[in-house]
């Protein structure tokens, strides 16, 4: 059974830090491109930051600068350190797992059940 489970999700100042971790089982963790996205109310659901299984990161230009997304193998985790944090980084963020299948074609996708956050004065 695959599992992924955000945590570190809470209410912060404007201009505060949080860090969010994803861990996983029921994957093979570094075969997988691991990334965040995020939902706000009434919006879609956007990529924060990824990271492939090779190490490559990117990130949406809200957040470059501000946040910066991590994988440890040996915990079969994924991180997010946000700092800055600004009242628009309010949402619930998504933990995402990503296979290649190669050959067979297209991609196993895994999500997590999601954490709030709430920069807020």
């Known amino acids: 059974q695959v599992q992924l489970v955000e945590s570190g999700g809470g209410l912060v100042q404007p201009g505060g830090s949080l860090r969010l971790s994803c861990t996983t089982s029921?994957?093979?963790?570094?075969?997988?491109?691991m990334g965040w996205y995020r939902q706000a109310p009434g919006k879609q659901r956007e990529l924060v930051a990824g990271?492939?299984?090779?190490?490559?990161?990117n990130y949406a230009d809200s957040v470059k600068g501000r946040f910066t997304i991590s994988r440890d193998n040996a915990k079969n985790a994924v991180y997010l350190q946000m700092n800055s944090l600004k009242p628009e980084d309010t949402a619930v963020y998504y933990c995402?797992?990503?296979?290649?299948?190669?050959?067979?074609?297209?991609?196993?996708?895994?999500w997590g059940q999601g954490t709030q956050v709430t920069v807020s004065s």
């Open positions: 995402n797992g990503e296979f290649d299948r190669g050959w067979l074609g297209g991609r196993n996708v895994y």
């Open positions: 029921g994957i093979i963790f570094n075969l997988h491109d």
């Open positions: 990271i492939t299984k090779g190490g490559s990161t």
